[in-house]
């Protein structure tokens, strides 16, 4: 009996490794013969460089950033030495986590930190660098991260512009060739599961713009910067990605990124998935259990239930969910290549309860589901 358990973090409980650590207690308790293959997992956002450096032989480095409030913070960020590949959560340097409630200010606050990560990476010899840009605290089209990578944005009075997506309105001038020349010779991947285009009611600043703090009316201000900047972009490299999917990705570093630095856009789990084997473990297993904290119909969006779900049903193996909630339509899952879904709390229980008791409700979900499996195929 093989059994490959790979479940995403759940937020404000357990990483993703603590996930899989539970599930294999209680699955080892009912099959203490059965091979667990532990295969935590990601979608891009926050826990992707802990997942990938569970699995992979690689090194958690960290090093000091502006935060995106300017604030100096310490970021953690993934180096696997055999292949020169950089793993960035844009998070830990500019993510939301890192301001406070009452202080996030999405008309201010700057990427300036993850391209300071993109240049520590490059120190470090990377030939490949992996975004993963979930969870920012940003709006400001990746204009930050280009400047600390050496894009000079000016106004009209050729001085620097201030940091931040509002500051934007008053370029006059980008000048690129101060870019790092490292950069050419580095594979960017972007691992995100949002295709939101730059500009426009679907774009960053309409649908992340108010929960960075941005009022309706910055909204529109915000939106109209990142479009001046988009125009201004489009002339001097010779090409035009705002709308292109996934370049409003974290407040639009999605565009900066494909417009700068030419990388290409991939589903967070997708290649979390690659880097940790997934694909290879899952072909001869029997069973896969994996999970998140909510699974509902935002799943379908690409979240890691969903990408390993399809993993496992291109190779015929059935797939079963824990999570700490079932939300509305994940039900919908059952149709991409899940078999079965199970919440965890066993009875009437506040969040907090459930998130400090969630090892054991994990161990005892997961025996409850080794029991019914062992019944219906007499293991």
């Known amino acids: 009996m093989k059994i490959i358990i790979a479940p995403d973090s759940f937020k404000d409980s357990l990483s993703a490794e603590g996930v899989a650590n539970a ?5 080892a308790e009912v099959w203490p013969d059965a091979q667990l293959i532990k295969c935590p997992m990601a979608d891009g956002g926050e826990g992707t460089v802990e997942a990938i450096l ?10 000091q950033v502006q935060g995106p409030s300017g604030a100096t913070v310490l970021a953690r960020w993934g180096w696997l030495p055999q292949s020169c590949t950089a793993i960035i959560e844009m998070a830990e340097a500019s993510g939301l986590q890192l301001v406070a409630v009452g202080q996030r200010d999405a008309c201010s606050s700057s990427t300036y930190g993850t391209g300071q990560l993109i240049g520590a990476a490059l120190d470090a010899g990377a030939q490949r660098i992996i975004l993963a840009i979930g969870g920012s605290a940003t ?3 990746g204009a930050g991260a280009m400047q600390a990578l050496g894009v000079r944005l000016l106004d009209d009075q050729g001085q620097t512009l201030s940091r931040g997506g509002l500051a934007l309105k008053a370029l006059a001038r980008i000048d690129p060739g101060g870019m790092d020349p490292r950069l050419e010779q580095v594979r960017f991947e972007i691992a995100a599961d949002v295709n939101n285009p730059l500009c426009g ?10 929960q960075k703090g ?3 009316e910055q909204v529109q201000q915000l939106d109209q910067a990142l479009g001046h900047f988009a ?3 489009a002339q001097v490299l010779g090409k035009d990605v705002r709308d292109e999917p996934g370049s409003g990705a974290a407040g639009g570093l999605g565009f900066a990124a494909k417009a700068f ?14 880097l940790v084997g997934l694909a290879e473990a899952v072909r001869d297993a029997d069973l896969v259990i994996t999970g998140e904290g909510r699974f509902d119909a935002q799943t379908l969006r690409g979240k890691t239930p969903f990408g390993v779900a399809r993993i496992a ?10 999570a700490g909630t079932l939300g509305d339509g994940y039900e919908q899952m059952y149709e991409h290549g899940v078999d079965a879904a199970f919440a965890l709390p066993s009875g009437p229980m506040t969040l907090t309860q459930a998130c400090a008791n969630a090892p054991l409700l994990l161990r005892e979900r997961a025996g409850d589901i080794a029991r019914v499996w062992r019944l219906a195929r007499n293991y």
């Open 201 to 210: 009611p679907h774009g960053a600043s309409a649908i992340f713009g108010p």
């Open 261 to 274: 630095l030419n990388a290409q856009f991939r589903s967070g789990v997708e290649v979390v998935a690659e």
């Open 139 to 141: 709006n400001d089209g």
């Open 23 to 27: 599930i294999a207690l209680g699955l």
């Open 313 to 322: 049903r291109q190779h015929g193996v059935p797939v079963i969910v824990i």
């Open 214 to 216: 941005a009022s309706p």
């Open 54 to 63: 569970a699995a992979c032989d690689g090194e958690l480095r960290s090093t």
């Open 231 to 233: 125009d201004h972009c």
